[in-house]
């Protein structure tokens, strides 16, 4: 903020004359911590609340015909939330907050929150797709494996492993993005990043 030595400002305006006030720096920071602690509680209540309350009321909704629950952890980071996991036949249907889960405390973060959309997302990929003349088509697993597996040899064999990288999605759990890790590892490069910094 800049603030005139010699005017007055009228009531209600700021002069500026471009000389800098600043803050004595062992103030400012301590202010600075201060404040962003105060925002992180606060943040961290707001959600913490929010997604308790979404899980409470929650438990009023009647479970599916003969479902089970069971107590899992979300694997899109290595932190390890808790997870109620409905499942009816075999099948993952619902997903709760473990609201007594000693990590995760009754809430999840963006990711964990909609860890089920793996599952039961109508816009989850259930094969290879290609986009041919600008539009997506569906390959047979045997089809994308043989293009992929000669696309990626020759540009190994043009330009080297590390013309390569290979980034990981957001949304893959913490073993997939282990198995593509081991995946750049053999292929002969570094360059992978992953879900853990995405
Ligand atoms: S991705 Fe989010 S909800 Fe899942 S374990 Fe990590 S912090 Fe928890």
Redesign the pocket.
Known sequence: MAISKHRKPAPGKTVSSGRRVTLNPKVARRSFLKLSAATAALSGAAMTTKLTGKAVAAEATPAYKDSETVRTI?T??A???GIEAEVQNGVWVRQEVAADHPV?RGA??C??AGAIDMVISEKRLKNPMKRVNGKWTNLTWDQAIDEITAKLTEIRDNNGPDALHFNGSAKVSTEMAYLQRKFAAFWGSNNIDHQARI
Do not use: I, P
């Open positions: 979300c899109y980071c932190v390890g939330c995760s999840h973060c990711k964990g």
